[in-house]
């Protein structure tokens, strides 16, 4: 089920308000409700690994109550490696397999198993805590917050990466209190405002993209459709900032407050301060669970500290690359990154000050070109776009081309979602709800004639 | 939220903003479900009061619905763009039957059946049905769905799963196109379906393109035999009644994309023939006919378009063996 399709909007939505607004007068309903709200919507869309991620939560809880008893770190270890064993089985086997068949000199069968819906996520959500359980920072749960904490609906399969200290203790708080209304003008916004990046605009991009990079695949692309190829970040921008609005804007319906996840990352004025503005909530985790622990431990001499620093980096980013897909052009895209930042924190230290808007312009570039690695799949279709560009940009397709005007502008120009949200949401205004709910409408009809588009992070 | 709010969380405006949100919403909700329910945009007969007939659309997924239910006509040819060119004016002319044309453009045969089952439940008395079968009904494994999605929605039997699909902006468009319609100011279109493709593909005109899609010959004789298409047509057309006509023809394509005898493609040729034949056999006025040949017609560039779209004289030439079908079954005499 997805959050732009109309069995989620017009059915499940209605219906889990309508039950919790039922089960929010009684403390003891609130939680349960929520979690049986959550693995109804998992089992929509996946079915066949509900029984998984029931099972993943139900060892990761026992471990973590068998380690408040019996205080042996070994337990969290154990059960975080077979967190990760099984994230690795469903979306690095074949990957695995491949790579070891080119090492053999032959071909190992694939396995044929799929890919749980939100796997990376809700394995990431046990890590962060029982790392910090580990570290004598998080508290024991009882099980149903707990359960609640990794399959609550709005960030279970895309995120965003929640921290247990950022949400447990808002869940069973009572919705429906004074200032309900507003919370839920916000969370529309939110969902209003999710809805037109995804739909309108980044699916408008990918009707456009989509062809381009299914022929850059077999070969060079025909002149001027490199420069399209080229803008694919502002498709994953508006994509993934857009649904990360929605799940704000869900969870806000159900009294839960979720972190942000993008801070108008094209706006940035270097590689440093772009990552620090993208996918937000993932960068944290891998700077508190990666990064920090590669940087803090005793690999190396003293006087190597800067190398260790650096390699620190490069590794990050490398599996942040690896994170998002089981393929060498993500782990290539993942160490440019890092090579950036690397460069990016000795230019900070070392040299000369550049001018904002060169460092505006450069990051801009530096993310356009690394993007069509992430989508090309391939260094040689990737190489195809590259080539095409010595072309010149054809306006052939005219009237078509208004999602890479409109993106870019809106990219550049627009400040962050939330705070375009917290300006509409300042005062009560009667008349802004109600072209609010137009606009909601426009989009619910924009969708009914549209092939659906999942959203790009679901596949992470 | 960082908000600075100058009023108060617990302001009543608020409750009277997420009124207004909520009732713009429903609202708008409300007033375009009656335009679709007085108008139905797609003609599908599910809903409409104004009795308007017919619609105006290029899509023929679309407009196979308003055409398929059209009671002037108790009998109708299916395909995709290997069908258009058959034109049932001529058949309706030659054989006392009222043709309409129900091919969509690049259809496939699970699509085609949806529409035979929606011309089926508007259709009490059918008089005949005829199939250009094109390579897609000769696969050996149903392939995934792919590109533009059919509107299976249109042609089920539920209202509900039809209504949810008219929340969108073509539906008031097509919907505004009816009461056009209704009101005299916009044509509907041509009722019997009819729409030659030589007016963008003129006489003279031939192109390279659209090799015919031959499924890949498999490797063993009973992998040969399964034909999961033909099985769910026969599975229909066993339904019927028993002297229904049925004609079954394999539309001709340029003779170089005809299998040569002996190879490997004449073998899956002749099996997905049989298959098709088996469909009709015993059924009084009713016959299978392969146009797909090697003679004369079919080597001459100027009868084609491109590899598998016939031109008009082609066209006649397989008009006329239907008709003679539907008069002497099996025994009719094929002039090609």
């Known amino acids: 089920m997805l959050f732009n399709d109309y069995p989620f909007l017009l059915v499940f939505l209605p219906a889990a308000l309508l039950i919790y607004r039922l089960a929010d007068p009684h403390p003891h309903l609130r939680i349960g409700v929520q979690v049986a709200l959550s693995l109804a919507f998992y089992a929509w869309g996946s079915p066949s690994f509900i029984l998984l991620l029931i099972a993943s939560i139900a060892i990761n809880w026992l471990a973590s109550i068998a380690y408040g008893r019996v205080k042996w770190p070994a337990v969290l270890t154990l059960v975080i490696v077979l967190d990760l064993a099984v994230l690795a089985l469903f979306k690095y086997a074949n990957f695995l397999l491949a790579n070891l068949g080119l090492v053999l000199g032959t071909t190992l069968p694939a396995l044929d198993i799929g890919l749980p819906l939100g796997i990376s996520f809700f394995t990431f959500h046990h890590i962060m805590y029982l790392v910090d359980l580990k570290r004598g920072k998080a508290p024991l749960y009882a099980l149903d917050r707990y359960a609640l904490y990794i399959a609550f609906f709005p960030q279970a399969i895309a995120g965003p990466l929640a921290r247990w200290s950022e949400v447990m203790h808002q869940f069973g708080r009572q919705v429906y209190v004074p200032g309900w209304q507003r919370q839920f003008c916000i969370a529309t916004s939110f969902i209003a405002l999710g809805l037109f990046e995804k739909v309108v605009i980044a699916d408008s991009i990918a009707h456009l993209l989509d062809p381009i990079y299914a022929e850059a695949a077999h070969g060079p692309l025909p002149s001027g459709d490199a420069w399209l190829a080229f803008c694919f970040s502002f498709q994953i921008l508006f994509d993934f900032s857009g649904y990360s609005d929605i799940a704000i804007g869900l969870g806000l319906l159900f009294g839960v407050q979720l972190p942000y996840n993008f801070n108008a990352p094209l706006r940035s004025t270097n590689i440093q301060d772009f990552w620090q503005r993208w996918h937000i909530t993932l960068m944290l985790f891998l700077r508190d669970y990666v990064f920090y622990p590669l940087v803090n431990s005793r690999l190396l001499p003293r006087r190597f500290l800067p190398l260790q620093f650096f390699g620190a980096m490069l590794i990050t980013m490398a599996l942040c690359g690896l994170w998002h897909g089981a393929s060498w052009t993500f782990v290539l895209w993942g160490v440019l990154h890092g090579l950036a930042q690397v460069v990016c924190s000795l230019w900070r230290r070392y040299g000369p000050r550049f001018p904002s808007w060169l460092g505006w312009a450069l990051t801009v570039l530096f993310v356009l070109a690394t993007g069509v690695i992430f989508r090309a799949g391939s260094v040689e279709a990737a190489w195809h776009v590259f080539s095409g560009l010595l072309s010149p940009l054809s306006l052939e397709r005219g009237k078509h081309l208004w999602p890479l005007i409109a993106a870019p502008l809106a990219a550049f120009l627009l400040p962050a979602s939330q705070d375009l949200v917290a300006i509409v949401t300042r005062r009560p205004n009667p008349w802004l709800a109600g072209a609010l709910g137009i606009a909601l409408f426009a989009l619910l009809l924009h969708m009914g004639g549209r092939d659906l588009h999942e959203f790009v992070y679901f596949k992470f | ?336």
């Open chain 2, 1 to 336: 939220m960082n908000s600075s709010t100058s009023s108060s969380e617990t302001d009543p405006a608020w409750g009277r903003s997420l009124l207004a949100c909520l009732g713009a919403l429903s609202g708008a909700a409300l007033l375009v479900l009656a335009l679709m329910v007085v108008v139905d945009p797609y003609d599908s007969g599910k809903l409409g009061l104004l009795g308007i007939d017919g619609v105006d659309n290029r899509l023929t997924q679309i407009t196979a619905a308003s055409r398929a239910r059209n009671p002037a006509f108790n009998a109708a040819i299916f395909g995709n763009s290997t069908a258009q060119m058959i034109e049932p004016a001529e058949l309706s002319r030659a054989t006392n039957q009222r043709f309409v044309q129900l091919y969509m453009t690049g259809s496939s045969p699970r699509e085609q059946l949806a529409v035979l089952d929606f011309f089926l439940r508007h259709h009490k008395d059918v008089g005949a049905l005829v199939f250009a079968a094109d390579p897609g009904w000769c696969v050996h494994a149903r392939p995934k769905e792919e590109g533009a999605p059919f509107p299976y929605w249109l042609y089920d039997r539920s209202v509900v799963t039809y209504a949810v699909r008219l929340i969108s902006w073509q539906a008031i468009e097509q919907a505004f196109q009816r009461i056009s319609i209704g009101l005299g100011r916009r044509q509907r279109m041509n009722p019997d379906g009819f729409v030659s493709y030589e007016d963008i593909w003129p006489p003279g005109w031939f192109k390279e393109t659209n090799g015919p899609r031959d499924p890949a010959p498999v490797a063993s004789t009973n992998e040969r035999a399964v034909f999961p298409e033909i099985a769910a047509l026969d599975d229909v057309i066993r339904k019927l009644p028993a002297d229904l006509a049925v004609v079954i023809i394999v539309p001709p394509t340029l003779a170089s994309t005809v299998a040569k005898a002996g190879t490997d493609a004449a073998l899956e040729r002749s099996a997905c023939d049989a298959a098709l034949r088996k469909v009709v056999a015993g059924r009084p006025r009713s016959n299978f006919i392969s146009y797909r040949v090697d003679n004369a017609l079919t080597r001459d560039r100027a009868n084609f378009a491109d590899f598998i779209h016939y031109r008009a004289a082609i066209a006649r030439r397989i008009e006329q063996g239907i008709a003679a079908s539907l008069r002497d079954g099996e025994g009719a005499k094929i002039d090609f």
